[in-house]
């Protein structure tokens, strides 16, 4: 591994909070699934949770099941997002990650060979618990096919410290593989794929997903904004959707889903509207007239420098225009420099701008509430409570909201992203210690939200009990990563902070609206959590009671799955009563 590349790793470390300690091959192997996943993932995501390597893994290190431009770990995930878009669009992510500087054929040959009995021909009876519970999925989702918008893909990443170089022997085998896969019939036409990525690729994606590449287009057609409050500068004009494609593209050609971090709608597939801009793009007698069909994008940047036509861009967003985007995308083979885009470039630093442009230029179309929750004022008071915790006795106690997604990425580069709260993360948080229902957290986030849409994100909430719900679910996070406490455990995260709750301060609801007897409430919660023997203790007798719950009878034939346990009502009923006839904590 060359200095640079050991210096992105270190970087990595550093950023995502690892212990100094971890195994260099182990760190090698959550920084590469890290960069793979977060290219087609447009949500930060915990890298232990698509890292299935360490024995029994059948030659993968990195599994990451992506519906609907989602990262999915559950059944009822992908149930609700049937039932929100109608159509499931799938794509199965595999990654094998060697820190060696070799494309070594026998280690690809196993591990297209793994994929293969992935799908076909069953696992093996010793397939660790990790990928099992990802091929039940699978399994599921393919049960589900009637609701395919079109074969599922299937992307293999194998990925080395060396450099690649086409070796003819090297492709042979990847051919031969990739022919077996088709014949299954399991996936789409051109949905195989097999990506070997050398260390100068790594490089470049890692690099790409900091935002730390410049990108340059011609835009000849424009014409300058006059000025307006709060933007340094904006432009209006017309672009060549070929010319557009380089800013939403990487340098492997593939979108990079993260500029639409800010945009408020996923993308919708094939509805009445994209199959529109579909259809005139591949009209011949009409392309042309594509500027003249289209409301165009919207780009929201931090920086430009702009030399004549030539416009470099920088940390930027596309906070309109995902639709059309993935239309353009999708059928960039139809595109040439006589088929324009019409483009607003508006260049801020000013948040509250930002947010009327989103709320102003995704009106055409209905959005659902959810969509606009970071822009609610209870969210901003969220941040701000957040950042409220700046006195040194609480630096280490203290978090980052992040209510739009990577706020933080260019702001507080250095920042450890272990730290960094997200809305769905708060959102389960919340629900499990405080709601007490953590085996609903493996929902879809906004199935969660509107379930609950009158007890979570309420006006009159104090803001106190968000945040300790997601400071208890950090400090165990921590003792699990820095060994203190076995990862196993963490799959039962949510369950133990309903039980530190209900150890503090019993089973009876806990006052949410914003007073007095509120604070004081959350403050000894609080207070419990900074006094580090009590904070061990706690946890050390919520895993004693799951350990107790999980090896009854009732639940001896989840021994093998215990994925599965964490999605009973039963269990975390049978948990609450277990801890509340044991509560000895006094706050």
């Not at 985007?325 to 088929?339: F, G, M, P, V, W």
């Not at 230029?361 to 969220?382: A, D, G, I, M």
């Not at 906004?446 to 009158?454: H, P, R």
Request: charged content about 25%.
């Amino acid at each position: 591994m060359d200095r640079i590349l050991e210096s992105y790793l270190k970087d990595f470390q550093k950023e995502y909070g690892h212990p100094e300690n971890l195994e260099k091959s182990k760190l090698f192997e959550y920084f590469v699934n890290h960069c793979i996943v977060s290219r087609l993932h447009s949500e930060r995501f915990e890298v232990d949770e698509v890292t299935v390597g360490g024995g029994r893994d059948m030659a993968f290190d990195g599994i990451a099941i992506i519906v609907n431009d989602n990262l999915v770990f559950s059944k009822e995930e992908v149930d609700d997002l049937k039932e929100k878009f109608h159509r499931l669009y799938v794509n199965f992510v595999f990654v094998q990650s060697k820190t060696s500087n070799k494309f070594d054929s026998g280690e690809i040959g196993n591990f297209i060979f793994g994929v293969e009995s992935f799908f076909e021909h069953g696992l093996p009876a010793n397939a660790n618990e990790s990928v099992k519970a990802l091929k039940d999925l699978a399994d599921y989702i393919y049960d589900q096919s009637i609701d395919f918008a079109s074969n599922p893909s299937c992307s293999m990443y194998y990925v080395t410290t060396g450099s690649w170089q086409n070796d003819p022997h090297l492709l042979h085998k990847i051919d031969i593989g990739k022919k077996k896969l088709k014949d299954t019939n399991l996936f789409k036409e051109s949905g195989i794929e097999f990506i070997p990525i050398d260390a100068e690729y790594l490089k470049t994606i890692y690099k790409e997903l900091k935002n730390k590449v410049d990108k340059q287009i011609n835009f000849e057609k424009h014409t300058i904004i006059p000025q307006i409050d709060g933007v340094r500068e904006a432009y209006i004009g017309i672009l060549p959707c070929d010319e557009y494609l380089k800013l939403i593209c990487g340098a492997d050609d593939n979108l990079l889903k993260g500029l639409f971090y800010d945009n408020v709608r996923d993308f919708q597939g094939d509805n009445p509207v994209n199959t529109e801009i579909r259809d005139t793009l591949r009209d011949s007698a009409i392309k042309n007239s594509f500027v003249l069909l289209n409301n165009g994008v919207t780009i929201v940047a931090k920086s430009i420098l702009k030399t004549g036509d030539i416009f470099t861009i920088r940390d930027f967003q596309i906070v309109n225009g995902c639709q059309t985007s993935h239309i353009l995308y999708a059928n960039k083979t139809e595109l040439d420099s006589r088929i324009y885009l019409p483009v607003k470039l508006i260049v801020t630093s000013d948040e509250e701008v930002t947010n009327r442009i989103i709320k102003a230029t995704n009106r055409q179309t209905e959005v659902k509430t959810e969509v606009f929750l970071s822009l609610q004022p209870f969210q901003k008071s969220l941040e701000d409570f957040y950042n409220s915790f700046t006195d040194e006795q609480d630096k280490e106690y203290r978090l980052y909201y992040e209510r739009r997604s990577k706020q933080y990425e260019n702001q507080m580069p250095n920042l450890n992203k272990s730290k960094v709260v997200s809305i769905t993360y708060q959102i389960k948080c919340f629900i499990s210690m405080f709601l007490g229902i953590p085996h609903a957290t493996y929902r879809y986030y906004a199935t969660l939200l509107k379930a609950n849409e009158d007890k979570i994100f309420v006006d009159t909430h104090s803001l106190y009990p968000y945040y300790i719900s997601c400071l208890t679910c950090h400090l165990f996070e921590n003792l699990v990563k820095n060994g203190y406490v076995d990862k196993k455990y963490k799959k039962f995260r949510y369950h133990i902070l309903m039980m530190v709750k209900i150890l503090l301060k019993g089973v009876e609801e806990p006052p949410l609206i914003n007073e007095k007897r509120t604070t004081n409430y959350y403050s000894d919660i609080f207070s419990a959590l900074k006094d580090y023997s009590k904070m061990s203790e706690l946890f050390t007798q919520a895993v004693s009671t799951i350990d107790s719950i999980a090896t009854s009878s009732s639940y001896k034939k989840y021994a093998l799955n215990q994925l599965q346990l964490t999605r009973l009502k039963s269990f975390s009923t049978d948990l609450r009563d277990k801890v509340k006839v044991n509560k000895k904590f006094k706050t």
